[in-house]
Every structure is written in C-alpha cells, then in structure tokens.
C-alpha cells in the first residue's frame, strides 16, 4: 500500500504536466486574411486564426500571461480576455478564471512579457 502511495505521488505531478491546461493543441491552417502560416511551426499556424491586430499584440507578449512558461499558440489558437481594457492573451480556457482573480497581477505580468520580447 505505501509503495503504490509513493508511485502515485510520482505519477501525478507527471500527469499533470502532460495533460496541460486542458485543450486542444490542433493548429490552424491559415491566417484570417488569407495568408499561409509558416508550415510546420505550429505557433505561427494558430496565431494565424486571430485578426492581424490581435496576432501583433499576441506576438508581442509571446507567452500566456497566466502560465508563463507556455508559449502562446502551443496550446492551440491563444485566447483573448480584456482585462481593464487592455488585451490579455492566454494559452487556453482552463487560464481564464486565473488571470481574471488578479487582474493588476496578471497586467504587470503582460507588461514583464511584453518589454522582454522587445
């Protein structure tokens, strides 16, 4: 019983990890205005699906603004919350209610992202 305890504890984190936030990691094909994406970079291919204005934004902050080791469009096509008025990217759903609890948290985080993507 204590060993199958200690492999489950081992087991979790790992799963946790893998399972990610919870959404699809299927790419786009094409950009909104009709242009390609660059085959086989999977990040350009789901920042293709938002309008030109927010895929510059979402360039500019390169990562979610929640879980900041997730690079934006690695989970699928980033989503898009407004904060304060100001756009805020997210690398899926499952970070929505996160960076909605601590909005001037998750703002400063924006701006750190976006000055170190300068």
């Given at each position: 019983m204590k060993n199958l305890l200690s492999l489950v504890a081992l087991l979790l984190p790992a799963l946790v990890l893998l399972a990610g936030c919870g959404q699809s990691t299927k790419p786009a094909a094409s950009a909104p205005d009709g242009k390609?994406?660059?085959k086989g970079d999977k990040f350009a291919e789901a920042l293709a699906q938002l309008s030109p204005e927010d895929r510059k934004l979402a360039e500019a902050q390169?990562?979610?603004?929640?879980?900041?080791?997730?690079?934006?469009?690695?989970?699928?096509?980033?989503?898009?919350?407004?904060?304060?008025g100001q756009p805020v990217f997210l690398c899926c759903d499952g970070c929505k209610e996160g960076a909605l609890e601590k909005p001037q948290e998750t703002l400063a985080k924006v701006e750190?992202?976006?000055a170190a993507n300068k």
């Open positions: 390609p994406a660059a390169k990562f979610c603004a929640l879980a900041n080791e997730r690079r934006l469009g690695g989970m699928g096509t980033p989503v898009k919350i407004m904060i304060e750190k992202l976006k």
